[in-house]
């Protein structure tokens, strides 16, 4: 079952635009981290965000956690081309396996 | 460095055929898993691995066998492959228990069973 799932499934804008997608979990986690994957290729570590952990910064990537609503969000600043992939968020569960879960990702499309 | 390598990169199987996947990684990583990826759905986690020598089922292990002989090795096994196994399969490797060092993944096998 997934833990994670990611919202909206699709987000199409224009480069230079930000972008924003979500992702919402069920059980309380130990970290959240985000992943991109872009088309026929494996997935990329973006991010790890700690539960004790309300923002991270890296580049122009910022990620907010907020764990009295269950829910993470994923900022890109000033969207690339390059930027255009498959986001997806992984969580682990409190008292499981330390195992991530990943969500079914949101697709993101950045117009030049 | 290459990171972590999947053979083969595709490959076309019959109902009732199988095969192996190799999973290969260079990085003295503890910690593997398969995963696979059906077309809008996120990743599965089938099998994984905490070192040598180990294995644990994870969330759809049916028909599926995994073996860890050598530490920068994890094979993947189809014992009887039937078109439901058909999808993408993404092997990743961790330092750290649960990826809190973030999974290094390879770029992925597609496996078609016709």
């Known amino acids: 079952s997934q833990q994670g799932e990611e919202d909206p499934q699709a987000l199409s804008i224009q480069g230079g635009e930000n972008a924003t997608m979500n992702c919402s979990y069920k059980?309380?986690?130990?970290?959240l981290q985000w992943y991109r994957q872009n088309s026929g290729r494996g997935l990329v570590h973006l991010i790890l965000?700690?539960?004790?952990?309300r923002e991270k910064h890296s580049g122009r990537l910022r990620v907010t956690l907020d764990t009295s609503k269950k829910s993470s969000s994923l900022l890109i600043t000033a969207s690339r081309a390059a930027d255009t992939a498959s986001y997806f968020c992984?969580?682990?569960?409190?008292?499981?396996?330390?195992?991530?879960?990943f969500g079914r990702g949101t697709s993101l499309i950045v117009h030049p | 460095n290459a990171g972590v390598t999947q053979t083969p990169k595709f490959r076309v199987l019959k109902t009732g055929q199988s095969m192996t996947l190799l999973c290969a990684q260079d990085m003295n990583h503890e910690y593997m898993y398969w995963y696979r990826q059906d077309p809008g759905m996120g990743l599965r986690l089938i099998h994984y691995?905490?070192?040598?020598?180990?294995?644990a089922k994870g969330e759809v292990p049916d028909g599926y066998n995994v073996s860890r002989l050598k530490k920068q090795n994890f094979l993947l096994g189809l014992e009887s492959a039937a078109p439901s196994q058909t999808s993408v399969y993404f092997c990743?490797?961790?330092?750290?228990?649960?990826?809190?060092?973030?999974?290094?993944f390879g770029s992925g096998t597609r496996l078609t069973v016709v």
């Open positions: 059980t309380s986690i130990n970290n």
């Open positions: 691995s905490v070192g040598e020598g180990t294995t």
């Open positions: 965000i700690r539960s004790n952990e």
């Open positions: 992984a969580t682990d569960a409190r008292g499981g396996s330390y195992i991530p879960t």
């Open positions: 990743a490797s961790s330092f750290l228990s649960g990826g809190v060092d973030g999974y290094t």
